[in-house]
Every structure is written in structure tokens, then in C-alpha cells.
């Protein structure tokens, strides 16, 4: 719309509208009420001024209409942009009221907002005192389980000092059974070399005196076949002493019957 303007007090009105947070945080519940009835006493005045105006207007027009009856298009094009302003000037007021009321519906919402807004920011302060209580417990058990901790980290310490000490200790004690274990060794391996050589010198002795044991084996069974054979000479022999003493015997016997 060029050239088309509002009254100030229709403007002012519609600046109010722009920003209806800086309103609700600029003035309290009971302001904005009275803004309100002022606005809409404003709202009144420009109307029924808009009204006069509106209606001098139609006669101004009406005189021109009558004065211009002959000019043809262009008085019909004046008029209808006349029209058209007339009506876009209804639709501008019509705005205004709709935002009036959406100004009105907006601050109704903000207090209800800011209503809430202290409610959750009482509810917001018992949880952070809560949260500062709950913190503090925390602390407190944290500072226990610290002090436990450094107990149990002593006792560990006493512990692995202790057993550090054991552990030297049998370390030296598995040292020293490694070198009995070596010098055990040793003399295992040295008196199985003896043995060794030992059984070397037994097995020779004992071969040497199986073979003399052989020998003399041998020489007892020619030794047992002589006996036999001088036994067996005695025996033949005692039996022609036996034989000749008996005929000796005989003789005698003999002879001296003679």
C-alpha cells in the first residue's frame, strides 16, 4: 500500500504489538491490564475518528465523483485504488484488533509461564540443595573408601615387604640347592665313572676267573678220573693181596699140617 499510512495512535499501538516479551517483562499483571483498557480506549477514539474521517471522505468523494462525473477510466481507477485502500484500511484495523487480542491470549500465556517458571525454579533450588546434600554424602563416603584404601594399600605394602624378604630367602636356598645339586651331580657322575671302571675291572676279573674256574674244572675231572682209575688199582690190588695172603694163609695151613 503506497501511500497509505495509519493513525500515530493505531501505530504506536501496532509497534506495542512487535514485541510482546519486552512488554511482559517491562510491566507486571496489573499494568498490563490497565495498557489493555488504555489501548482499547485508544482503539475506540481512532475508530470513531476513523469513522468521521471515513465518512468525510465519502462526501469529499461523492463531491469529487460529482466533479469528475467526465474524466471516464481514470476517475473509475481512482476510485477503485480508493477502494482498495478503504478495504485493505478495514483489513489493517481488523489486524489490529486480532493482535490487540493475541497480545491480550500472549500475556495471559507469559504469566502462566512465568507462574511455572518460578515454580521449576523453586523445584529447581530444592533439587540442587538436595544435589548439594547428596554431594556431600558422596564425599564423605568417598573419603572413607580413600582412607580404606590407603589402609589396605599399607597392608599390601607390608605384605609384599615381607614377602619380598621370603622371597629372598628361598631364593637363596634354591641357590645353594643348585650347587648341592651340582656337587651332587658331580659326584654322582664322577662315583658312576668309578663304577664304571669297577664293573670294567670285575667283569675282567670275573672272566679271568671263569676261566680259571674252567680250569680247574677240568683239572678236578682229570683229577676224579685218576682217583677213579688209582681206585680202581688199589681195589685190584687189594683183591691179589687179599688172593695171595689167603693162599699164603692156605700154604701155611698147609705146611703145617704137614
Do not use: W
Not at 131 to 156: C, G, K, P
Request: aromatic share 2%.
Amino acid at each position: 500500500m503506497d501511500g497509505l499510512r495509519l493513525p500515530p495512535l493505531i501505530e504506536e499501538a501496532l509497534d506495542s504489538t512487535d514485541d510482546p516479551c519486552d512488554l511482559k517483562a517491562e510491566s507486571s499483571p496489573n499494568m498490563d491490564s490497565e495498557i489493555t483498557a488504555k489501548e482499547r480506549g485508544v482503539l475506540e477514539e481512532n475508530n470513531k475518528k476513523d469513522q468521521m474521517d471515513q465518512s468525510q471522505e465519502k462526501e469529499g468523494e461523492e463531491t469529487k465523483l460529482k466533479q469528475e462525473e467526465g474524466e471516464g477510466d481514470e476517475k473509475k481507477r481512482k476510485e477503485e485504488e480508493i477502494l482498495t485502500e478503504e478495504q485493505e484500511l478495514e483489513e489493517l484495523r481488523a489486524q489490529v484488533l486480532q493482535l490487540l487480542l493475541e497480545l491480550d491470549e500472549a500475556r495471559e500465556t507469559s504469566n502462566k509461564h512465568q507462574e511455572g517458571f518460578y515454580e521449576l525454579q523453586g523445584l529447581l533450588e530444592d533439587e540442587r540443595l538436595a544435589s548439594a546434600h547428596q554431594a556431600e554424602a558422596f564425599t564423605r563416603q568417598i573419603q572413607n573408601l580413600q582412607a580404606q584404601l590407603r589402609s589396605v594399600q599399607e597392608e599390601m605394602d607390608s605384605l609384599e615387604e615381607e614377602k619380598e624378604s621370603e622371597l629372598t630367602e628361598l631364593q637363596e636356598e634354591l641357590r645353594v640347592a643348585q650347587e648341592e645339586v651340582v656337587l651332587l651331580q658331580q659326584a654322582a657322575e664322577e662315583a658312576a665313572a668309578e663304577r664304571e671302571n669297577d664293573i670294567a675291572s670285575l667283569q675282567e676279573e670275573l672272566c679271568r676267573r671263569r676261566a680259571e674256574l674252567q680250569r680247574l674244572s677240568d683239572e678236578t675231572q682229570e683229577y676224579e678220573l685218576e682217583i677213579t682209575t688209582l681206585r680202581a688199582e688199589i681195589r685190584m690190588k687189594s683183591q691179589r693181596r687179599e688172593a695171595e695172603r689167603r693162599e699164603g694163609e692156605e700154604v701155611k695151613a698147609h705146611t703145617r699140617q704137614l
